[in-house]
């Protein structure tokens, strides 16, 4: 078993930005990729991006490529996601998760194993 917690959440004004950390405990020589997913109020849990644990190599929805960068520090088990250029529609609970093998798609929810509690994200205009 992997134990995701995240971090980092708040509120921000439009244009700012905000740094996610997700800390990996447990199993986490299991870890093959982690990503960041996220929620908006009514609507379904969606992709946001991605990266392999080995090697680094990183993976965006179009809605945050520019703006966002997703990152890890394997010495210490933590993901991170800066979030930069923030906007209203970025508001939304930021999931952290953890998959164990390699994904069909690194955007595909059903590929990962391991969820974190979330943190929300709220930005004003």
């Known amino acids: 078993q992997v134990q995701l917690v995240e971090s980092g959440g708040g509120l921000v004004q439009a244009g700012g930005s905000l740094r996610l950390s997700c800390a990996a405990r447990?199993?986490?020589?299991?870890?093959?990729?982690m990503g960041w997913f996220r929620q908006a109020p009514g609507k379904e849990r969606e992709f946001v991006a991605a990266i392999r644990w080995s090697g680094g190599s990183t993976y965006y929805a179009d809605s945050v490529k520019g703006r966002f960068t997703i990152s890890r520090d394997n010495a210490k088990n933590t993901l991170y996601l800066q979030m930069n250029s923030l906007k209203p529609e970025d508001t939304a609970v930021y999931y952290c998760?953890?998959?164990?093998?390699?994904?069909?798609?690194?955007?595909?929810?059903?590929?990962?194993?391991?969820w974190g509690q979330g943190t929300q994200v709220t930005v004003s205009s």
């Open positions: 998760a953890a998959n164990s093998h390699h994904p069909r798609s690194f955007g595909a929810r059903d590929e990962y194993d391991y």
């Open positions: 447990g199993r986490t020589f299991e870890i093959y990729a």
